[in-house]
Every structure is written in structure tokens, then in C-alpha cells.
Nanobody, 123 residues
Framework: QVQLVESGGGSVQAGGSLKLSCAAS?????MAWFRQAPGKRREGIAA????????DYADSVKGRFTISLDSAKNTVYLLMNDLKPEDTAMYYC???????????????????WGQGTQVTVSS
């Protein structure tokens, strides 16, 4: 089981940037970021495959968010630029392995989750 701890959330004005970190007990082959706003469904927004470096993004964040990982630090990052009020949500890190392409942004694909970090974007 992978232990995951997110950090880096906070409050920012629209157009600003934040960088989230996910400290893992170890880096699984599949690492991802999800978010959930109050009253809304959980949304997979960014995923990375450790072995291939392949990344996948939700259309809602493509071109604004970047997922990356540092295997030496067992940490996955989410750099968020040009933040919008609709990006306000709790952000979660997830980890697993053996997830097929096309399923990396599906929450049920992951067994390991962090506690989340809150991101609030004001207009």
C-alpha cells in the first residue's frame, strides 16, 4: 500500500499559480491527481506513468496544468497555471499500478489515496 501526503494548496486569485506536491512512500507506475468540488463528482485531471513518462490530462486543465514526478524524492507534482474560480476544489493524489491507457483518469482505477489539499481561486 502506498502512503500519500498532499501539500501546497491555498488561496490564490484568478490567473495565479500554485504547485501541489504529493509525497509518496514510493512512486507507483501510475500516479494521478483528482479533484472534487462541493456538490460535484470527483474529476481526474492529470496522470503520469512512471516507467514511460506518458501523461494524460482532462480537457478542463489541458495547457494550464502540468504533472511531473521526482523519483529521487518520491514526490509527484501538479503545477497549476492560469487558475480559474472553477478550479476551486479539494485536490487528491492517487497511486496504483497496471492501469491501462485510457483509464488513468478514472478514480475507480486507484486503490491508494491521499487526504487532499484545498485549492481556492477567487475572482
Amino acid at each position: 500500500q502506498v502512503q500519500l501526503v498532499e501539500s501546497g494548496g491555498g488561496s490564490v486569485q484568478a490567473g495565479g499559480s500554485l504547485k501541489l506536491s504529493c509525497a509518496a512512500s514510493y512512486i507507483s507506475n501510475n500516479m494521478a491527481w483528482f479533484r472534487q468540488a462541493p456538490g460535484k463528482r470527483r474529476e481526474g485531471i492529470a496522470a503520469i506513468y512512471r516507467e514511460s513518462g506518458f501523461t494524460d490530462y482532462a480537457d478542463s486543465v489541458k495547457g494550464r496544468f502540468t504533472i511531473s514526478l521526482d523519483s529521487a524524492k518520491n514526490t509527484v507534482y501538479l503545477l497549476m497555471n492560469d487558475l480559474k474560480p472553477e478550479d476551486t476544489a479539494m485536490y487528491y493524489c492517487a497511486a496504483d499500478r497496471g492501469i491501462a491507457t485510457g483509464w488513468a483518469l478514472v478514480g475507480s482505477s486507484y486503490k491508494n489515496w491521499g487526504q487532499g489539499t484545498q485549492v481556492t481561486v477567487s475572482s
